[in-house]
């Protein structure tokens, strides 16, 4: 077999990782939509990265949108998306000023917190507390 490099465990292992990762993320919104848009349609609906439709709770909506200014629901897109990295155990981050904002509207985060280099790391057990706070409406995503 001369020619050929030698596969080494690690490279099998993280092209295993890439693949259920893309699995589990199968059902994060790729369509994110507004939060006044989303409270307009009857049943508030968007698209999924396999075309799937993820269905909103209306009531969570109307909840955050009593919480946060009408200018803030016109940017906010939903859901709002935590990222799990899988070199960062214990933590996951969010990317997106305005779900850090809505956040800290909502009293789930401190205004003291603040993105560095366009992140703001969380614990992961307070990421999945928000999640479940607010159904539908907060998603955490493998990378």
């Known amino acids: 077999m001369s020619g050929l490099h030698p596969m080494s465990d690690d490279s099998i292992l993280m092209r295993w990782m890439r693949v259920e990762i ?46 946060i200014p009408l200018n803030l629901q016109h940017k906010l897109r939903l859901p709002l998306v935590f990222f799990s990295d899988i070199q960062v155990p214990d933590s ?30 969380v614990g992961r057990s307070l990421a999945y507390t928000i999640m479940k706070k607010y159904p539908t409406v907060v998603q955490i995503a493998m990378r």
């Open 22 to 67: 893309g699995k589990i993320n199968e059902g994060i919104v790729s369509e994110r939509k507004s939060l006044a848009h989303l409270l307009e349609e009857d049943m508030p609906t968007a698209r999924t990265k396999t075309r799937n439709e993820h269905v909103f709770d209306k009531s969570v909506l109307k909840e955050i949108s009593t919480k």
């Open 92 to 121: 996951c981050y969010l990317n997106d000023p305005l779900a850090l904002e809505t956040l800290q509207r909502l009293g789930e985060l401190s205004e003291m917190r603040l993105m560095q280099q366009g992140k703001l790391w």
